[in-house]
């Protein structure tokens, strides 16, 4: 045992200014520590805020409880869904979901291979977020089947009905992205948690805390073989959760893009999805990790550097998302195509078209502000944006799937679509189930990645090194 | 801990030394390596670059095994696909052909990618020996700092070249600290 006592640094430390990644003076123990304390911190010293949080976050998870329940006793009618918007919070909260997701791998995998050092920090919780993300995400399609208990027909499996799914259907996509994009996620987070899961069964201070440790760290001693072998396996699921992560969301965009419906049937959907995903995914990590940093006082480990490349990230997606828009709105005007056209115009203007105006707003208009630098190195600023982006992103997914389908082809089957309270109970208890899991997994894991933050240390020391050298 | 009596060979996994930085370590690691002794492992709490290949690591096979799970992953997918359609239920719309293959490429490209991540797991954890409970390198009480902040070197008691007494003082010549025999 190394550290005696075990409490959150007394004073509010300073960050170290959007140049640095680290504090200087850390060196390996005491990242160690710090990262480790949150975790071995006595439940009752935890932060109010963290106890506040995660009660209020359980009272929602009793809500989707209620909600579920209900949904499962009297059926899809509790819903507001009905014909012609058979897709409604359902698909909405799926597809949203799934976008957070996204900006995990992207840190942890995508910036890997470009060589960000900025990642460090970020990614160990990103990942995490990605994959409660998921978890809500896949509750979501199961839930909208109506008979959920069933749901394991969408797998191909020997049965004595001699049915298979259609494979040749995006629906079936997937089943298949959506399940391996779960799996690697959790491979590629746990793989990255070992070392770490070592350091902490060699710091708990209590033998029932070393020896869960010590089961989950699988014996991870820190060999020099066992290391250069386990770079080697980091960096191929790096590589391989790239083009997951491009695939994943190109084939949600599928759900919509392959259908005749029109307003689904284009193909800029998977691109600009990908980048909505991605748009949607840093904004979640900034609202998340913006308290995080400052009930946990981790200014020093995550500083303004991370939040400002995070918020420059948005600015790019977002820009990409506005170029989806206008490439939508331009190609249903050029194509000529009366349906298209009348969609398009009714998207905007018909009985929806509050939500298209609201989207324009959180997902283009206001994000521009991050175009200043005063502005992106304001914290309570950027938290501000990420909710509103957000916020901007599931109105995206509202507006693409209700404004596409309320208009069918012939006016008698026009319709409206009201959600109803298990409709926002369903989607506002997912949001609580993913706070629950944020709020206990930063209690009981390192939500920064350890040995990578030494990583830094060592080659901050490097870089010290050398140019005293060259003085 | 080397006034422990450890007498037979046996009884001993090895010798080992502590150093406070990874470059320490490296040069100790180099010099080991240049005096022949080959049975030895490094642990650092971090990846150290050129570690591995000092104590004289040179094929690393993940990479490999992970090409055999994703082409493994690939074609399975793709031939069960086939096999669901073509043999097991075929199915005639609208008189479209039953090897509709250009429809198969999204989930045969996540099988190949889920076998070659699940792969990379497993031959990583398996060529690394992992899980593994017990290891005689934990009988050293400093040995938990390899976690934190410590490097270490042991030679191997298995090494031909190696003695317990004169592998410590070649162990100390290095600047090593903390330099003890490691109970088997």
């Known amino acids: 045992m190394i550290t005696e006592k075990i409490e959150l640094p007394p004073e509010q430390i300073p960050d170290p200014g959007p140049n640095r990644i680290l504090s200087p003076g850390h060196d390996y123990q005491s990242v160690s520590e710090r990262i480790g304390g949150v975790v071995l911190l006595p439940l009752v010293n935890s932060p109010?805020?963290?106890?506040?949080?995660?009660?209020?976050?359980?009272?929602?998870?009793n809500i989707l409880m209620f909600c579920m329940y209900v949904l499962f006793f009297r059926g899809i009618g509790t819903w507001g869904v009905n014909i012609p918007i058979g897709w409604g919070f359902a698909i909405v909260n799926f597809v949203w979901w799934i976008g957070i997701g996204h900006a995990g791998t992207l840190i942890s995998a995508i910036l890997f291979l470009?060589?960000?050092?900025?990642?460090?920090?970020?990614?160990?919780?990103?990942?995490?977020?990605?994959?409660?993300?998921?978890?809500?995400?896949?509750?979501?399609?199961?839930?909208?089947?109506?008979?959920?208990?069933?749901?394991?027909?969408?797998?191909?499996?020997?049965?004595?009905?001699?049915?298979?799914?259609?494979?040749?259907?995006?629906?079936?996509?997937?089943?298949?992205?959506?399940?391996?994009?779960?799996?690697?996620?959790?491979?590629?987070?746990y793989i990255g948690l070992v070392p770490d899961l070592a350091t902490m069964r060699d710091i708990a201070p209590k033998m029932w805390q070393k020896k869960i440790y010590a089961v989950l760290a699988l014996g991870w001693r820190g060999s020099a073989i066992h290391w250069h072998r386990y770079q080697k396996a980091y960096l191929l699921l790096a590589g391989l959760a790239t083009p997951l992560v491009l695939s994943v969301h190109t084939v949600v965009s599928f759900?919509?893009?392959?259908?005749?419906?029109?307003?689904?049937?284009?193909?800029?959907?998977?691109?600009?999805?990908?980048?909505?995903?991605?748009?949607?995914?840093?904004?979640?990590?900034?609202?998340?990790?913006?308290?995080?940093?400052?009930?946990?006082?981790?200014?020093?480990?995550?500083?303004?550097?991370?939040?400002?490349?995070?918020?420059k990230l948005m600015l790019g997606t977002g820009l990409i998302v506005a170029y989806g828009y206008s490439m939508e709105a331009f190609f249903s005007w050029y194509s000529g195509d009366k349906y298209e056209s009348f969609m398009y115009w009714n998207r905007m203007t018909g009985p929806y078209g509050f939500t298209y105006a609201m989207l324009i707003a959180c997902n283009i208009a206001i994000p521009q502000l991050l175009w200043i630098k005063k502005v992106r190195q304001t914290i309570w600023a950027v938290w501000v944006l990420s909710i509103i982006i957000n916020i901007g992103m599931w109105l995206e997914r509202f507006v693409i799937v209700v404004t596409s389908l309320h208009r069918d082809f012939l006016p008698s089957s026009w319709g409206m679509y009201i959600p109803t309270k298990y409709d926002w109970g369903t989607y506002a208890g997912t949001i609580g189930f993913f706070l629950l899991l944020m709020f206990l997994f930063v209690r009981m894991l390192p939500s920064i990645s350890i040995f990578e933050v030494r990583e830094v240390v060592h080659h901050e020391a490097h870089e010290r090194q050398e140019l005293l050298e060259a003085q | 801990m080397s006034q422990l009596e450890l007498s037979p060979l046996e009884d001993i996994h090895g010798a080992m030394a502590e150093f406070d930085t990874p470059e320490e370590l490296i040069a100790a690691c180099e010099k080991a390596y240049a005096e022949g002794f080959r049975k030895m492992d490094a642990y650092a709490p971090l990846p150290v670059e050129g570690l591995a290949e000092a104590i004289g690591f040179k094929r690393n096979k993940v990479a490999f095994c992970v090409l055999i799970g994703g082409i493994c992953g690939a074609i399975g997918g793709f031939a069960l696909l086939e096999w669901i359609t073509v043999i097991a239920y075929p199915h005639n719309v609208g008189g479209r052909p039953l090897n509709s293959w250009p429809a198969y490429i999204p989930i045969t490209f996540e099988c190949m990618i889920l076998l070659s991540a699940l792969t990379a797991m497993i031959s990583m954890f398996a060529m690394n020996g992992l899980p593994k409970p017990y290891h005689p390198v934990f009988n050293i009480p400093e040995f938990e700092r390899a976690s934190i902040d410590k490097f270490f070197l042991c030679i191997e008691s298995r090494d031909p070249k190696f003695t317990p007494d004169g592998t410590l003082d070649f162990l100390r010549g290095l600047g090593g600290k903390e330099v003890t025999l490691v109970p088997a």
Request: charged share 10%; aromatic share 20%; hydrophobic share 55%.
């Open chain 1, 48 to 61: 109010k805020k963290w106890l506040v949080g995660a009660f209020i976050s359980f009272i929602f998870v």
């Open chain 1, 114 to 189: 470009l060589k960000q050092d900025w990642r460090t920090s970020i990614n160990r919780f990103s990942e995490a977020m990605t994959l409660f993300a998921v978890a809500c995400a896949g509750m979501f399609p199961i839930l909208h089947l109506g008979r959920p208990w069933l749901a394991y027909w969408l797998f191909p499996y020997p049965n004595s009905m001699w049915l298979w799914p259609q494979p040749r259907s995006p629906l079936e996509w997937d089943v298949f992205a959506v399940s391996t994009y779960g799996t690697v996620s959790l491979v590629f987070w």
């Open chain 1, 255 to 311: 759900d919509f893009a392959i259908s005749i419906i029109p307003g689904w049937h284009t193909t800029i959907f998977p691109p600009y999805f990908v980048a909505g995903a991605i748009y949607s995914g840093f904004a979640m990590v900034l609202t998340l990790i913006i308290p995080m940093r400052a009930w946990y006082n981790m200014r020093d480990l995550v500083t303004l550097r991370h939040i400002e490349s995070a918020a």
